[in-house]
């Protein structure tokens, strides 16, 4: 099964190192969105299995998001992303309901694994 995944984050840079990263791999970027308000919309148009979330996003954070999503779609996997000055943040990602974190800079081999870990979950929730 492909992975549908979202890319959530405000810095172009970012989303572009994301995109190379999951090209070629069984993960099938579906959208990308580049603040908060931006991810709800996308999220419910393209009802992926994973969403990376940046935190810190202009018109809404990454937790804000995260808790609106998780909100309507309870099954969806969130991955929180921030940088080491932004670890404070980490917790109230999981609180709001993402699953996992990576920090930021990120190497390929955490992102793919986190993502790939995310996914597998699902189905293992799903009792397939
Ligand atoms: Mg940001």
């Known amino acids: 099964m492909g992975i ?41 148009r393209e009802n992926p299995h994973v969403v990376l979330m940046d935190i810190v996003m202009p018109r809404k954070s990454g937790i804000e998001a995260a808790a609106a999503i998780i909100k309507d779609f309870p099954a969806m996997k969130i991955i929180a992303c921030s940088t080491v000055d932004q670890n404070s943040m980490v917790m109230r990602a999981l ?34």
């Open 95 to 128: 609180e709001a309901g993402c699953c996992n974190y990576v920090t930021k800079p990120f190497t390929a081999e955490v992102v793919l694994k986190a993502v790939r870990n995310a996914a597998a979950s699902i189905s293992k929730e799903a009792g397939i």
């Open 4 to 44: 549908r995944l979202v890319i959530v984050d405000d810095a172009p840079f970012i989303r572009e190192v994301l995109r190379h990263i999951f090209a070629k791999t069984e993960i099938e970027v579906v959208g990308e969105a580049v603040d908060g308000e931006d991810a709800i919309e996308i999220v419910n």
